[in-house]
T-cell receptor, first 113, second 113 residues
């Protein structure tokens, strides 16, 4: 597509439930990132995918967080047993290669109540 | 490791005022430098960039000059508009052996008529 598409744009969930956030990168972009933006905080790196290589998961805050990227395209970020501190905007970005220009999606605003 | 220190906000200015948002960085070598902007409810957009020392990036009336002697990349605009109200992030591209963009914490700018 023309840009990075994220869905849903907003998600309200009850504490303890699982959620899935989706990112559809720009076609042909091999690098894909997930970042988290919490209220009053900067951008926190979560995970990075590059082509078919093993992802860099070093930023995932706990084992409740996982992500996959199917067919080198669409990515899903899953948060299990959500907690209130997971409330944030989750941003996805893609780039043609690592170090090239990054295009961000509009994000998913997750609210855990 | 690489890091970005950015002036913390929020910053509130009247329309047509002069804007400066300070950004300094720590990195190995002379990386490219970026400013991203996030308008309300949207994802991050690349505002401008500079790829080498003494380069000046410019876009939409904003400018930033890459100063290697002071390791700075301050964002400036001579006359802000209400439509410039947004959060501004200074950023470094991934360093050697890394995949992450390094972001400052962001500066929220509000421009009042």
């Amino acid at each position: 597509g023309a840009g990075v598409s994220q869905s849903p744009s907003n998600k309200v969930t009850e504490k303890g439930k699982d959620v899935e956030l989706r990112c559809d990168p720009i076609s042909g972009h091999t690098a894909l990132y997930w970042y988290r933006q919490s209220l009053g905080q900067g951008l926190e790196f979560l995970i990075y995918f590059q082509g078919n290589s093993a992802p860099d998961k070093s930023g995932l805050p706990s084992d409740r967080f996982s992500a996959e990227r199917t067919g080198g395209s669409v990515s899903t970020l899953t948060i299990q047993r959500t907690q209130q501190e997971d409330s944030a905007v989750y941003l996805c970005a893609s780039s043609l290669t690592t170090g090239a220009g990054y295009t961000f999606g509009s994000g998913t605003r997750l609210t855990v109540v | 490791g690489d890091s970005v220190t950015q002036m913390e906000g929020p910053v509130t200015l009247s329309e047509e005022a002069f804007l400066t948002i300070n950004c300094t960085y720590t990195a190995t070598g002379y990386p490219s430098l970026f400013w991203y902007v996030q308008y309300p409810g949207e994802g991050l957009q690349l505002l401008l960039k500079a790829t080498k020392a003494d380069d000046k990036g410019s876009n939409k009336g904003f400018e930033a000059t890459y100063r290697k002697e002071t390791t700075s990349f301050h964002l400036e605009k001579g006359s802000v508009q209400v439509s410039d109200s947004a959060v501004y992030f200074c950023a470094l591209p991934p360093g050697a052996g890394s995949y992450q963009l390094t972001f400052g914490k962001g500066t929220k700018l509000s421009v009042i008529p």
